[in-house]
């Protein structure tokens, strides 16, 4: 029996995207493949818009997205034949939201700051220097960087407080998660929720799609569930993010872009 077509989920800081350089460079020839394939590309990542829409641009990546770790999907206005449901129209857009306002994120890691006396910094608290310099951007990427939405990156002063962090969020109704950089407060999301809602629009339109998901950090785990193919990429060290273990896991050989192309082509081998 013939498999289904598919289609591929895939983080970008770390995993499609070296973490240090943000090069893709290794990764150019299974994007040249899953092109040739007419296999799409969705990008799923802690991103702003306007970072993701940058990246797209510089891929000529044409399918749609997902962004502050699943605070919404956008899909090009007619890339579905007959899509709906959508939560606003906006840029060219149909947009699924998931995730509580950016201005209610910021009001409640105010409190916890106020309530516990840590000194936590959100990227709200940033100015576009510190921001660049923390993440190894340009100014310009790092003022699209700061046009958040629905995230709020945020850094603590030892690693030992999360913990008193995620309880304080949780009463709050919000959760922490974190990723290559920054941990993350969001309410109401993650990137699976936003998988499978993007997933139900494939499987309408096209009769059914496998998904594969493809990402290096604890973040990524539920987008990881939502596919029937997950692949973990190595982090820069050379080991795996050891809090995800799912059946049948793929573990890619290499860190970054290069582990990534090498999972893809694999991938595609099975395939033909």
Request: proline share 7%; with cysteine.
């Amino acid at each position: 029996m013939k498999r289904p077509p598919l289609v591929v989920f895939t983080d970008l800081d770390g995993t499609l995207l070296e973490h240090a350089t943000y090069s893709f460079e290794p990764a150019r020839p299974a994007l040249d493949a899953l092109a040739k394939a007419g296999v799409p590309l969705v990008f799923c990542t802690s991103k702003t818009r306007a970072e993701t829409e940058r990246w797209r641009s510089v891929l000529k990546n044409t399918h749609p997205f997902i962004v502050e770790n699943g605070g919404a999907a956008f899909v090009p206005d007619g890339y579905f034949p007959s899509a709906g449901g959508f939560d606003r129209h906006e840029a060219g857009y149909g947009i699924l939201e998931f995730a509580r306002p950016y201005a209610e994120l910021r009001r409640v890691l105010a409190g916890i700051r106020a309530r516990t006396g840590l000194s936590l910094t959100g990227f709200g608290d940033m100015s576009v220097e510190e921001i660049a310099r923390r993440c190894g951007f340009s100014r310009e990427d790092a003022m699209l960087a700061a046009k958040r939405e629905y995230d709020e990156p945020f850094v603590v002063p030892d690693p030992a407080v999360l913990s008193s962090v995620v309880r304080e969020a949780a009463a709050e109704g919000l959760s922490v998660v974190s990723g290559g950089r920054f941990h993350h407060l969001i309410g109401g999301s993650d990137k699976g929720r936003a998988v499978a809602a993007l997933r139900a629009l494939y499987d309408k339109a096209f009769g059914g799609l496998r998904a594969v998901g493809v990402g290096d950090s604890v973040n990524d785990e539920p987008m990881l569930r939502a596919v029937d193919v997950p692949v973990l990429v190595r982090k820069p060290g050379g080991g795996f993010a050891a809090a995800i273990h799912l059946p049948g896991l793929v573990l890619a050989p290499y860190a970054g872009p290069e582990g990534w192309r090498e999972a893809i082509l694999e991938l595609l081998r099975g395939e033909a």
